[in-house]
């Protein structure tokens, strides 16, 4: 396996970096999860865009531009003959001092990018719906850790990965602050009711998958789609729920917190939009 290290192609073995590292030391860095279709890096730009955003907020100086970004991920998949696949990259603070000051960072960031092949949930989990539970850890407050980061610091998440394991479920849905619904540890949520789609407003990341969904929705189904404040009761009462991102693309929910949603199996729209959904990865991208 060829890793992307600053600009070389090395071997996975030979693919360091220090312990000084603020990444390492600090979770002081961004990361964006991409996946590759058949050639096609899908939404590519859209996940550079957030990377620089993540990176500007943490005043960290990426030091190449993102075209020269763009052409790093494409060649690291072609240096490993992936045409599917998983795509992480990750921009550390670099290395640093054992105090937390950025600016000890002088020699600037580790750029990292590893391509391979991708895990999924299994098979039964799209066709019968997955079954999870709200825990008790809140997404991070906006004036903390802003959920729009997607900073290498994921202990928020990890922390309601850790009750979802404990309850025995595959993922954990996460209020925010004010007890609304935020979203899952590592997806977004959306819900039906009433011919409109509905998904959280505020306290979540905005997925690339969430707005390629919503744009599915309004675009081909002619849904009417509302970002808004949900709460637990009415997902509850939803007639679909589901949840979306790179990694599980989307995913039925069928019962949450002990309670069924509608019948208890996967519904149409969700069916619907998976089928669109799956159309688009294969166009809506960087081809290579
Ligand atoms: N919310 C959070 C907190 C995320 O981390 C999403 C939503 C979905 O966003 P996208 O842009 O992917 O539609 C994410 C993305 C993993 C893993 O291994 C999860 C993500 C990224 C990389 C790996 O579970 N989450």
Do not use: W
């Not at 620089?52 to 690291?76: F, P, R, W």
């Not at 479920?169 to 935020?182: K, R, T």
């Not at 790179?246 to 949450?256: C, D, N, S």
């Not at 002990?258 to 208890?264: E, L, T």
Request: aromatic share 6%.
């Amino acid at each position: 396996m060829k890793i992307y290290l600053n600009g070389k192609m090395v071997e996975k073995e030979n693919a360091r970096i220090s312990v000084f590292d603020h990444g390492l030391l600090y979770g002081d860095g961004a990361f964006e999860g991409i996946r590759a279709y058949s050639g096609v890096v899908f939404k590519l730009n859209e996940h550079i865009d957030r990377l620089y955003e993540t990176c500007h907020s943490l005043m960290i100086n990426v030091g190449i531009t993102k075209t020269q970004m763009v052409a790093a991920v494409v060649d690291t998949l072609k240096a490993n003959g992936l045409r599917d696949g998983y795509i992480r990259l990750v921009v550390t603070r670099g290395d640093g001092d054992l105090g937390l000051d950025p600016r000890k960072c002088k020699a600037g960031p580790n750029i990292i990018i590893i391509a391979d092949s991708i895990t999924l949930y299994p098979q039964e989990f799209y066709e019968k719906g997955l079954t999870i539970v709200t825990v008790p850890t809140v997404r991070n407050h906006p004036e903390a850790i802003n959920p729009q980061l997607k900073s290498l610091n994921y202990l928020n998440n990890i922390m309601a990965k850790i009750e979802a394991n404990n309850a025995g479920v595959p993922e954990a849905i996460m209020l925010d602050g004010s007890g609304y619904v935020a979203e899952c540890t590592g997806d977004n949520i959306f819900m039906v009711k009433n011919g409109v789609l509905k998904t959280p407003l505020q306290g979540r990341l905005r997925g690339i998958t969430r707005d390629a969904v919503m744009a599915l929705a309004e675009q081909k189904l002619k849904l009417a789609v509302q970002e808004t404040l949900i709460t637990r009761h009415e997902l509850y009462n939803a007639e679909e729920v589901f949840l979306t991102g790179t990694a599980a693309e989307l995913i039925p929910v069928v019962k949450i917190d002990g309670r069924s949603i509608s019948n208890g199996e996967p519904g149409p729209v969700t069916l619907n939009l998976l089928k669109l959904f799956h159309e688009v990865t294969r166009k809506d991208g960087v081809g290579f």
